[in-house]
C-alpha cells in the first residue's frame, strides 16, 4: 500500500491551487478481483495524462479500494474525465462492479 511517506504517494510535493481526487470504492460482492485486475492500465493511463500529477491506489483493511489523485487545474481533470482509457475502463467496466461510489473533488491549500 502507499503510504503518505512513501515517494509514490500522489500528493507528494502538492502546491497551493492543484485539484485533488479522492475515489473510494466498495467493490460489489465477488468484483473485486475483477476490479483489480483492471486497475494497472487505469492508473497507467491516467498517470501519463500531461496534467495529471499524481495516481495512486490505497486498498483499506475494509475492503474498499481508494483511488487519490491530483492534477495541475480543473481543466485536467477535466480532460481525465473525458478521455478514452476513463471512459472504456471506469465507466463501462468498474462502475458496474461497485456497491457504492464516492467522490470528494478538493483544491489543494
Known sequence: M??????????????????????????ADGSRERIESALPELVRA????????????LRPDNGDIVLVERYVDQNALQAHRDSEHFRRI????????????????????
Open 46 to 57: 491516467s498517470s501519463a495524462e500531461p496534467g495529471c500529477l499524481g495516481y495512486g491506489v
Open 90 to 109: 471506469v465507466q463501462e467496466r468498474i462502475v458496474a462492479m461497485l456497491a457504492s461510489r464516492d467522490v470528494t473533488i478538493t483544491v489543494t491549500c
Open 2 to 27: 502507499n503510504e503518505p511517506t512513501h515517494p509514490m504517494w500522489p500528493l507528494a510535493g502538492a502546491r497551493p491551487g492543484e485539484i485533488v481526487v479522492i475515489a473510494r470504492w466498495t467493490p
